[in-house]
């Protein structure tokens, strides 16, 4: 399971969303810096109405959404590249994760504290940038010294080296690593170093309830600095998922409708983020169950089928595959077979999302 790691400076209200990404974690949230310090870890289920659509269509006794994986981390501080507070574990900890959710303060409140003394999106975002990049240049200028040694008499080291040096300029401008154009096969050269500004990024801009239908200037700020990264913002309140996990069920929905908002944004969040991690879905759908499986993009019938099970893998033959959309205005899977909308695909073909699939394997 891909993992997505949320950071941010102490205080921006990292703990409080993860307690609601996870009602049942155990994260401590309290007004004072590195409050978190061993990561805490949960698996979310990631909302999806056609799940619920499914189910009706095949009469499902079970409906299994989909998942993933986030890691409450640390907070961390200017000088985290150094070792400041706790910058080595904070830094280590991002090296084992596949994505960043940066949550940034949005909401002035005088009776928590903020560790720079003041609300600055644009300046908490670089500050956490700016270690990043300082610790993947720390790194880049020691593997550039060891493949400067090894690249006189081998053609794979020098062909290393002129990419770290393409690295290295870049980051001594502050860009990151996933701003500089590099083909697959430069990527593939560096996967091995984890290199921290190489991770796709989502901006959590965690508000006030008050802002939270119509978001505020300090939004703004972070959409700035997000165009700049090509990376997606979210717009959040914290505050307001730690309220709705205290409410009965069938209370959240005029408690959300009271501050203007369908949600709180912790749904849109999690959605994005596994679109961040490259992961699609595609969809089972039977009298037993109706099931969401993960994929990465641009995998193959075979492959997703492996998912399910290895077996299913080896023994592929075919699939019966039809469009979410597809059966849903057919009305049953019976409707959409004799419009001709259900396909037989083999070992080439590319899952879609949203296709709605049925093996069939050689054990």
């Not at 290393?160 to 500089?180: C, D």
């Not at 939270?212 to 972070?222: H, I, K, M, S, Y």
């Not at 959409?336 to 699939?357: F, N, P, Q, T």
């Amino acid at each position: 399971m891909l993992r997505a790691g949320i950071v941010g400076l102490p205080n921006v209200g990292k703990s409080t969303l993860f307690n609601a990404l996870v009602a049942n974690a155990k994260a401590e949230a309290a007004n004072f810096p590195f409050c978190t310090i061993e990561p805490n870890v949960g698996v979310v289920s990631v909302p999806d109405e056609r799940l619920n659509v499914l189910s009706k269509i095949s009469a499902s006794k079970q409906i299994v959404p989909a998942r993933v994986e986030f890691v409450d981390i640390a907070g961390l501080v200017k000088g985290a590249s150094k070792g400041e507070g706790l910058g080595n574990q904070f830094l280590s900890n991002i090296r084992e994760v596949d994505a960043i959710v940066h949550v940034v303060r949005c909401f002035e409140n005088d009776d928590i504290i903020h560790v720079s003394g003041s609300v600055d999106p644009a300046r908490d975002i670089e500050t956490i940038n700016l270690e990043l990049v300082l610790a993947d240049l720390g790194q880049v200028e020691k593997r550039i010294e060891r493949t400067r040694k090894q690249a006189r008499a081998n053609k794979e080291a020098q062909a290393e080296l002129t990419i770290l040096e393409t690295l290295a300029a870049a980051l001594n401008e502050g860009k990151a690593v996933r701003q500089v154009d590099l083909s697959e096969e430069e990527t593939e050269v560096i996967k091995h170093l984890g290199m921290l500004t190489a991770k796709p990024i989502i901006y959590a801009a965690n508000v006030s309830e008050d802002d939270l239908a119509t978001g505020n200037e300090f939004v703004e700020q972070v959409r700035e600095v997000a165009v700049k990264d090509n990376a997606q913002v979210v717009v959040i309140s914290a505050q307001v998922e730690s309220e709705l996990i205290e409410l009965p069920e069938e209370d959240r929905a005029d408690f959300l409708e009271s501050l203007g908002v369908e949600e709180g944004g912790l749904k849109s969040l999690i959605r994005a983020t596994y679109t961040l991690l490259g992961l699609r879905t595609y969809f089972t759908s039977g009298e037993k169950e109706t099931r969401a499986w993960t994929i990465k993009a641009g995998m193959s019938a075979p492959q997703a089928a492996g998912v399910i099970h290895s077996d299913f893998e080896r023994g592929f033959i075919r699939a019966e595959t039809v469009a979410y959309d597809d059966l849903v205005n057919s009305g049953s899977i019976h409707g959409a077979k004799e419009k001709g909308l259900v396909r037989s695909e083999g070992k080439e073909y590319i899952v879609k999302e949203g296709d709605v699939m049925l093996f069939r394997f050689n054990v």
